[in-house]
């Protein structure tokens, strides 16, 4: 296998260990963060650490983003500031951050007056695929630009897929959320009718899970606590997917269902609710904890 020269910019929660396992695989990572113990992290793993974006995108086969939102993305590839200065023809760019696509189309083209090759690649897994490096890559961008990008991605995740050109991987991302959203919620909603009237959870989840009712979110990311270990509704719903992120993320799908006129009458249901978690300071939650809505005692 050739190992590649890679810039990695954002270590939060998926960018981090995303960024171990490149250097696991074995090749040479750059890594920047205003975060400094997430670079030192990284640097203890392996990394090298650059002082700025720029220095960490110059010379690179491969820049790789995790940032929080389209205006970032935006800002760190065509800002005078970002990195566009350190990117060549040589250089495929990866965006990993869940955004619009219509941001994603933008920042493509405008790499592409420049020669610079750029695919978006949301993620799906949770911090539990970054870290375990089973994550599923949704990628938009052109057959070549998809192969290329393939190479690197495939150290971060199991399952790689071409949803279609520049913009598509977040499309496919947002749908894949909001049903997500849904499904924790009607989940919850379940779970809890049972537990008031007198059933133990962990037996309704077994049954519902060898019946029609069986789901991702049931299965292997059960929001009532106790039923599974390991999962954030055991830990007091720290770590995880929060729930601020799933609203920003429901957002997006809110605003393609507009701009599509799509009927998303369950999708806007599940907004309002993880809206209301916010408003109740539950936002820095994982979004299982959409459960406690359901929970009188709560």
């Given at each position: 296998?050739?190992?590649?020269?890679?810039?990695?910019i954002?270590?939060?929660?998926?960018?981090g260990?995303?960024?171990?396992?490149?250097?696991?695989?074995?090749h040479?990572?750059t890594?920047f963060?205003l975060?400094d113990s997430?670079?030192?992290e990284?640097?203890?793993k392996?990394?090298?650490?650059?002082?700025t974006?720029l220095a960490?995108?110059?010379?690179?086969?491969?820049?790789i983003?995790?940032?929080?939102?389209?205006?970032?993305?935006k800002s760190i590839y065509l800002?005078e500031?970002?990195?566009?200065?350190?990117l060549?023809?040589?250089?495929?760019v990866?965006?990993?951050?869940?955004i619009?696509?219509?941001?994603?189309?933008?920042v493509?083209?405008e790499?592409?007056?420049?020669g610079?090759?750029?695919?978006?690649?949301?993620?799906?897994g949770?911090?539990?695929?970054?870290?375990n490096?089973?994550?599923?890559?949704?990628?938009?961008?052109s057959?070549?630009e998809?192969?290329?990008?393939k190479?690197v991605?495939?150290?971060?995740?199991?399952?790689?897929f071409?949803?279609?050109?520049?913009?598509?991987g977040?499309?496919?991302k947002?749908c894949?959320?909001?049903?997500?959203?849904i499904?924790m919620a009607?989940?919850?909603?379940?779970?809890?009718?049972?537990?008031d009237n007198?059933?133990?959870?962990?037996?309704?989840?077994d049954?519902?899970?060898?019946s029609?009712g069986?789901?991702w979110?049931l299965?292997?990311y059960?929001p009532c606590?106790?039923?599974?270990e390991?999962?954030p509704?055991?830990?007091d719903?720290?770590g995880?997917f929060?729930?601020?992120?799933?609203?920003?993320?429901?957002?997006l799908?809110?605003?393609?269902a507009?701009s599509?006129?799509?009927?998303?009458?369950?999708g806007r249901?599940?907004?309002?609710?993880y809206?209301?978690?916010?408003n109740?300071e539950m936002?820095n939650?994982?979004?299982?904890?959409?459960f406690?809505?359901?929970?009188?005692?709560s």
């Open positions: 296998m050739i190992m590649a020269n890679i810039g990695f954002g270590l939060g929660n998926m960018g260990p995303m960024a171990a396992n490149l250097v696991k695989a074995g040479a990572v890594v963060d975060n997430a670079v030192s990284l640097v203890e392996g990394a090298n650490s650059a002082t974006a960490c995108a110059e010379e690179k086969d491969f820049v983003t995790m940032l929080p939102a389209g205006k970032h993305v800002d500031n970002g990195v566009g200065a350190a060549t023809n040589n250089t495929q990866i965006d990993c951050s869940t619009d696509a219509d941001t994603a189309k933008f493509a083209s790499l592409a007056k420049r610079v090759s750029f695919v978006d690649a949301p993620v799906s949770g911090v539990a695929g970054a870290t490096g089973t994550l599923t890559f949704i990628v938009g961008g057959d070549s998809f192969e290329n990008a190479t991605l495939a150290d971060m995740g199991k399952n790689i071409h949803a279609g050109d520049h913009g598509a977040q499309v496919a947002i894949n959320n909001m049903l997500l959203a499904l009607g989940t919850s909603e379940a779970l809890q009718m049972g537990i007198g059933l133990d959870a962990k037996v309704l989840s049954i519902m899970l060898q029609s069986r789901n979110t299965e292997l059960n606590p106790n039923v599974l390991n999962v509704s055991s830990n719903y720290k995880g929060m729930v601020d992120l799933m609203a920003k993320d429901l957002g799908a809110m605003e393609t507009n599509s006129q799509s009927n998303v009458p369950l249901l599940s907004q309002s609710l809206q209301l978690m916010q109740q936002g939650l994982d979004f299982s904890s959409i406690k809505l359901f929970n009188k005692d």
